[in-house]
């Protein structure tokens, strides 16, 4: 397996397939490079490099007890960027993966990509403040703590059906998919996972989208049950200059497991564009 120490001694695990223009996958919380497996070979059967991670503390990576938090994991993939000397990528991210892209646009900018996905992404900002007052209130993100640290593994499997919308009654569910985001995210250190939900829900990247100079496409479903559309998508888009946004009806926060045909046509477009 291929691994990039960081330099807190942080091993990352890392897939790198293929020889073409780089797209550079980061996950959501709390699962694993694994959940992007449509994707991936969907494109590496069209001709495209693929690069994709485990963040610290989830997954193959490496387990510390610091580093969660959205600078560090901006950092990470920095690192991993710099490791394979990646340059004119697409960076995707999905969820918290998405806050990570962001946060690494942020911090490190643009020469080493081109274009930019996010998919449900946790920007600008979720949890409610003062500056923030129709975010999502804390007590959630406190439940979530909660249930994490006490009834992960129960916990786990009933997040999956609403991630996935599979508590609609039009939904058609897969027991294939509740069961690999289990295993996905029991494969990850509950420190991290504990500390993550943190880092996904009160990071503000509203300075970080500002600071986006490449085409971004937003993708994200208006039936998101876990990153509502309205606090996320609809606002960050209008910060992103030479940005679009796609929203796709009685989609779930999962999509791109749901209906990865529908998700990879519109990245395959974005890139071919």
């Not at 969820?95 to 449900?120: A, D, F, Q, W």
């Not at 509502?228 to 989609?251: C, H, R, W």
């Amino acid at each position: 397996m291929n691994f990039n120490t960081v330099s807190d001694g942080t091993q990352i695990f890392f897939k790198d397939w293929g020889k073409g223009k780089p797209v550079v996958f980061s996950h959501g919380w709390p699962v694993n490079a694994d959940c992007w497996d449509p994707q991936m070979l969907f494109l590496l059967q069209r001709g495209y490099r693929i690069i994709a991670h485990d963040r610290r503390g989830h997954g193959r990576s490496s387990q510390p007890s610091e580093g969660h938090n959205m600078d560090t994991y901006a950092d990470d993939l920095a690192a991993l960027l710099d490791k394979l000397d990646v340059k004119d990528a697409t960076l995707i991210g999905h969820s918290t993966g998405g806050g990570e892209v962001t946060r690494y646009v942020g911090r490190h900018g643009t020469r080493r990509v081109s274009k930019v996905v996010l998919i449900g992404a946790v920007v600008p900002l979720m949890a409610q403040t003062a500056d923030n007052p129709n975010g999502v209130p804390m007590a959630v993100y406190d439940g979530i703590r909660k249930n994490t640290a006490q009834h992960r593994s129960d916990f786990l499997k009933q997040l999956a059906v609403p991630v996935y919308g599979f508590n609609r009654p039009y939904a058609k569910v897969s027991q294939g998919l509740i069961d690999s985001l289990w295993a996905a995210a029991m494969m990850g250190a509950i420190n991290a996972e504990y500390e993550c939900i943190k880092a996904l829900s009160e990071t503000d990247f509203a300075e970080d989208l500002k600071k986006f100079d490449v085409p971004t496409l937003f993708i994200q479903g208006d039936d998101d049950q876990i990153v509502p559309l309205e606090l996320s998508s609809m606002v960050a888009s209008k910060l992103v200059k030479n940005s679009t946004l796609k929203v796709y009806p009685g989609a779930p926060h999962g999509l791109p497991q749901t209906m990865p045909d529908e998700v990879n046509a519109e990245i395959l477009n974005f890139l071919e564009t």
